[in-house]
Protein backbone atom coordinates (compact mmCIF):
# COMPACT_ATOMS: atom_id res chain seq x y z
CA UNK A 1 0.00 0.00 0.00
CA UNK A 2 1.68 3.64 -1.14
CA UNK A 3 0.79 6.41 1.81
CA UNK A 4 -0.64 9.68 1.19
CA UNK A 5 1.81 11.77 -0.52
CA UNK A 6 4.47 8.92 -1.34
CA UNK A 7 4.35 9.79 -5.10
CA UNK A 8 4.92 13.84 -3.97
CA UNK A 9 7.59 12.95 -1.83
CA UNK A 10 9.81 11.01 -4.52
CA UNK A 11 9.34 13.99 -7.31
CA UNK A 12 10.32 16.41 -4.29
CA UNK A 13 13.48 14.58 -3.19
CA UNK A 14 14.79 13.91 -6.89
CA UNK A 15 13.85 17.83 -8.34
CA UNK A 16 15.04 19.13 -5.19
CA UNK A 17 18.88 17.53 -6.23
CA UNK A 18 18.54 18.24 -9.83
CA UNK A 19 16.86 21.94 -9.47
CA UNK A 20 19.27 22.91 -6.42
CA UNK A 21 20.94 25.46 -8.80
CA UNK A 22 17.78 26.42 -10.61
CA UNK A 23 16.31 30.33 -10.44
CA UNK A 24 12.94 31.20 -10.95
CA UNK A 25 12.89 33.34 -14.09
CA UNK A 26 8.83 33.82 -13.90
CA UNK A 27 5.82 32.47 -12.26
CA UNK A 28 2.11 32.99 -13.39
CA UNK A 29 -0.78 31.77 -11.73
CA UNK A 30 -3.84 31.71 -13.85
CA UNK A 31 -7.83 30.53 -13.90
CA UNK A 32 -6.70 26.62 -15.04
CA UNK A 33 -3.22 26.29 -14.87
CA UNK A 34 0.16 27.72 -12.96
CA UNK A 35 3.72 28.36 -15.19
CA UNK A 36 6.90 28.44 -13.87
CA UNK A 37 10.12 29.14 -16.15
CA UNK A 38 13.23 29.02 -14.94
CA UNK A 39 16.61 30.58 -15.73
CA UNK A 40 17.83 27.89 -18.31
CA UNK A 41 14.31 29.01 -20.12
CA UNK A 42 12.60 25.25 -18.92
CA UNK A 43 8.66 25.79 -18.05
CA UNK A 44 6.64 23.71 -16.11
CA UNK A 45 3.09 23.37 -15.77
CA UNK A 46 0.23 22.54 -13.18
CA UNK A 47 -3.04 22.52 -13.18
CA UNK A 48 -5.78 24.85 -10.92
CA UNK A 49 -8.62 22.93 -8.88
CA UNK A 50 -10.39 26.14 -8.53
CA UNK A 51 -12.90 24.41 -6.87
CA UNK A 52 -10.97 23.03 -4.17
CA UNK A 53 -9.43 25.78 -2.73
CA UNK A 54 -10.68 27.05 0.08
CA UNK A 55 -13.45 30.00 0.51
CA UNK A 56 -12.53 33.36 0.50
CA UNK A 57 -9.71 35.30 -1.18
CA UNK A 58 -6.75 35.01 -0.58
CA UNK A 59 -2.73 36.13 -1.43
CA UNK A 60 0.95 34.96 -1.94
CA UNK A 61 2.97 36.97 0.60
CA UNK A 62 6.06 36.48 -1.40
CA UNK A 63 4.60 37.95 -4.08
CA UNK A 64 7.10 40.24 -6.56
CA UNK A 65 9.71 37.98 -4.68
CA UNK A 66 9.57 34.81 -6.24
CA UNK A 67 11.59 35.49 -9.61
CA UNK A 68 15.45 35.30 -9.01
CA UNK A 69 15.17 33.59 -6.41
CA UNK A 70 15.76 29.50 -6.07
CA UNK A 71 13.57 26.83 -7.10
CA UNK A 72 13.86 25.06 -4.15
CA UNK A 73 11.87 28.25 -2.35
CA UNK A 74 8.51 26.17 -4.87
CA UNK A 75 9.39 22.73 -4.71
CA UNK A 76 9.04 22.77 -0.81
CA UNK A 77 4.88 23.44 -1.84
CA UNK A 78 4.79 20.16 -3.56
CA UNK A 79 4.96 18.16 -0.32
CA UNK A 80 4.64 20.94 2.48
CA UNK A 81 1.35 22.93 0.64
CA UNK A 82 -1.90 23.06 2.66
CA UNK A 83 -4.09 23.56 -0.25
CA UNK A 84 -4.05 22.23 -3.48
CA UNK A 85 -2.88 25.82 -5.30
CA UNK A 86 0.42 25.79 -2.92
CA UNK A 87 0.74 22.36 -4.80
CA UNK A 88 0.47 23.49 -8.10
CA UNK A 89 3.43 25.83 -7.52
CA UNK A 90 5.56 22.91 -6.25
CA UNK A 91 4.40 20.67 -8.89
CA UNK A 92 4.66 23.14 -11.60
CA UNK A 93 8.61 24.00 -10.55
CA UNK A 94 9.24 20.40 -10.74
CA UNK A 95 7.75 19.93 -13.93
CA UNK A 96 10.23 22.86 -14.82
CA UNK A 97 12.93 20.78 -13.45
CA UNK A 98 12.33 17.73 -14.97
CA UNK A 99 11.35 19.17 -18.60
CA UNK A 100 13.34 17.64 -21.03
CA UNK A 101 13.82 17.44 -25.14
CA UNK A 102 12.81 13.77 -24.85
CA UNK A 103 12.67 11.85 -27.83
CA UNK A 104 9.82 9.79 -26.64
CA UNK A 105 6.46 7.87 -27.79
CA UNK A 106 3.81 11.29 -29.04
CA UNK A 107 0.91 9.13 -30.43
CA UNK A 108 -2.32 9.76 -28.75
CA UNK A 109 -2.73 7.76 -25.40
CA UNK A 110 -5.59 5.85 -25.93
CA UNK A 111 -3.47 4.08 -28.89
CA UNK A 112 -0.74 3.05 -26.37
CA UNK A 113 -3.84 1.59 -23.93
CA UNK A 114 -5.39 -0.76 -27.26
CA UNK A 115 -8.79 -0.79 -25.79
CA UNK A 116 -11.32 -3.42 -27.03
CA UNK A 117 -15.04 -3.90 -25.94
CA UNK A 118 -14.05 -6.08 -23.25
CA UNK A 119 -12.34 -3.18 -21.46
CA UNK A 120 -13.81 -1.38 -18.52
CA UNK A 121 -12.20 2.09 -18.38
CA UNK A 122 -12.44 3.82 -14.82
CA UNK A 123 -11.36 7.79 -15.70
CA UNK A 124 -10.67 9.23 -12.83
CA UNK A 125 -10.70 13.23 -13.56
CA UNK A 126 -12.83 14.14 -16.69
CA UNK A 127 -10.99 14.18 -20.09
CA UNK A 128 -13.82 15.30 -22.08
CA UNK A 129 -12.18 14.88 -25.44
CA UNK A 130 -11.09 11.51 -24.48
CA UNK A 131 -14.63 10.19 -23.74
CA UNK A 132 -16.37 9.88 -27.59
CA UNK A 133 -12.76 7.83 -28.45
CA UNK A 134 -13.25 5.85 -25.47
CA UNK A 135 -16.83 4.85 -26.30
CA UNK A 136 -16.13 4.63 -29.98
CA UNK A 137 -14.35 1.09 -28.95
CA UNK A 138 -17.29 -0.29 -27.26
CA UNK A 139 -15.11 -0.32 -23.86
CA UNK A 140 -17.35 0.46 -20.80
CA UNK A 141 -16.36 4.00 -19.71
CA UNK A 142 -17.22 5.19 -15.83
CA UNK A 143 -16.09 8.69 -14.96
CA UNK A 144 -15.09 9.48 -11.07
CA UNK A 145 -14.66 13.06 -10.71
CA UNK A 146 -14.67 15.55 -7.70
CA UNK A 147 -16.15 18.35 -8.64
CA UNK A 148 -20.11 18.28 -9.08
CA UNK A 149 -19.86 21.31 -11.88
CA UNK A 150 -18.47 18.83 -14.32
CA UNK A 151 -20.52 15.25 -13.23
CA UNK A 152 -22.21 14.06 -11.00
CA UNK A 153 -20.20 12.93 -7.96
CA UNK A 154 -20.55 9.09 -6.94
CA UNK A 155 -20.48 7.17 -3.83
CA UNK A 156 -17.50 6.38 -2.27
CA UNK A 157 -18.25 2.98 -2.09
CA UNK A 158 -19.37 2.95 -5.97
CA UNK A 159 -16.15 4.29 -6.91
CA UNK A 160 -14.27 1.77 -4.55
CA UNK A 161 -16.11 -0.99 -7.35
CA UNK A 162 -15.35 0.81 -10.02
CA UNK A 163 -11.74 1.24 -9.05
CA UNK A 164 -11.03 -2.41 -8.36
CA UNK A 165 -13.22 -3.93 -11.31
CA UNK A 166 -11.23 -1.75 -13.97
CA UNK A 167 -9.48 -3.64 -16.60
CA UNK A 168 -7.80 0.33 -17.53
CA UNK A 169 -7.58 3.19 -15.38
CA UNK A 170 -6.77 6.38 -17.04
CA UNK A 171 -6.27 9.22 -14.02
CA UNK A 172 -5.59 12.57 -14.39
CA UNK A 173 -2.45 13.67 -12.75
CA UNK A 174 -4.37 16.53 -10.95
CA UNK A 175 -4.56 13.69 -8.05
CA UNK A 176 -1.30 14.65 -7.12
CA UNK A 177 -2.77 18.15 -5.94
CA UNK A 178 -5.41 16.87 -3.53
CA UNK A 179 -3.47 13.84 -2.18
CA UNK A 180 -5.51 11.15 -3.79
CA UNK A 181 -3.46 9.53 -6.27
CA UNK A 182 -2.13 6.74 -3.38
CA UNK A 183 -5.80 6.40 -2.37
CA UNK A 184 -6.81 5.91 -6.47
CA UNK A 185 -3.86 3.40 -6.33
CA UNK A 186 -4.79 1.19 -3.71
CA UNK A 187 -8.21 0.90 -4.47
CA UNK A 188 -7.04 -0.81 -7.92
CA UNK A 189 -7.73 -4.36 -8.56
CA UNK A 190 -5.56 -5.94 -11.33
CA UNK A 191 -6.09 -3.51 -14.15
CA UNK A 192 -4.09 -4.42 -17.13
CA UNK A 193 -3.12 -0.90 -18.12
CA UNK A 194 -2.80 2.12 -15.62
CA UNK A 195 -2.15 5.58 -17.00
CA UNK A 196 -1.63 9.34 -15.35
CA UNK A 197 -2.49 11.70 -18.21
CA UNK A 198 -2.15 15.47 -18.63
CA UNK A 199 -0.23 18.51 -18.78
CA UNK A 200 0.66 18.39 -14.98
CA UNK A 201 1.75 14.65 -15.35
CA UNK A 202 5.81 14.25 -13.93
CA UNK A 203 7.52 12.65 -16.92
CA UNK A 204 10.13 10.82 -14.40
CA UNK A 205 9.86 6.91 -14.50
CA UNK A 206 11.74 6.63 -11.32
CA UNK A 207 8.89 8.16 -8.96
CA UNK A 208 6.49 5.56 -10.71
CA UNK A 209 8.22 2.56 -9.87
CA UNK A 210 6.70 -0.38 -7.83
CA UNK A 211 3.28 1.52 -8.67
CA UNK A 212 0.21 -0.18 -10.37
CA UNK A 213 1.17 2.62 -13.48
CA UNK A 214 2.05 1.49 -17.02
CA UNK A 215 2.44 5.00 -18.69
CA UNK A 216 2.97 8.47 -18.27
CA UNK A 217 1.15 11.49 -20.44
CA UNK A 218 2.58 14.76 -20.47
CA UNK A 219 3.54 17.53 -21.99
CA UNK A 220 6.73 19.73 -22.63
CA UNK A 221 6.19 23.59 -23.16
CA UNK A 222 8.02 24.63 -26.96
CA UNK A 223 6.75 28.34 -26.36
CA UNK A 224 7.61 29.21 -22.92
CA UNK A 225 6.17 32.88 -23.81
CA UNK A 226 2.80 32.48 -25.79
CA UNK A 227 2.02 29.55 -23.23
CA UNK A 228 2.50 32.03 -20.65
CA UNK A 229 0.92 34.79 -22.13
CA UNK A 230 -2.93 32.27 -22.35
CA UNK A 231 -2.16 31.04 -18.36
CA UNK A 232 -2.04 35.21 -17.88
CA UNK A 233 -5.54 35.22 -19.75
CA UNK A 234 -7.03 32.64 -17.94
CA UNK A 235 -6.46 29.23 -20.31
CA UNK A 236 -6.26 26.31 -20.58
CA UNK A 237 -5.72 23.15 -21.64
CA UNK A 238 -7.34 23.99 -25.46
CA UNK A 239 -5.81 27.33 -25.70
CA UNK A 240 -2.29 25.88 -24.63
CA UNK A 241 -2.28 22.49 -27.15
CA UNK A 242 -0.84 24.06 -29.87
CA UNK A 243 2.12 25.03 -27.74
CA UNK A 244 2.74 22.03 -25.98
CA UNK A 245 4.23 19.09 -27.51
CA UNK A 246 2.50 16.17 -25.91
CA UNK A 247 4.61 12.76 -25.23
CA UNK A 248 4.28 9.20 -23.63
CA UNK A 249 6.85 7.53 -21.09
CA UNK A 250 6.38 3.52 -20.71
CA UNK A 251 6.88 3.28 -17.08
CA UNK A 252 6.65 -0.84 -17.37
Do not use: W
Amino acid sequence: MLPTGEIAHRLFDVTSRKGEDALIEELRIGLGYVGVRLDNRRMGLAAVLLHELPAGCSVFPDAGKFAGSNASSLLGSLIEGRDPLKKALGLAAANAVLHTELSEDERDSLSIMQLTPEDRVAMVGLFAPMVPKIEATGAKLTVIERNPARLAVLGKKEEGRILKECTVAVITATTLLNDTLEEVLNGLGNPRHVAILGPSTPLLREIFQGTPIHHLGGAIVRDTGKVMQIISEGGGTPAMRPYLRFINLLVK
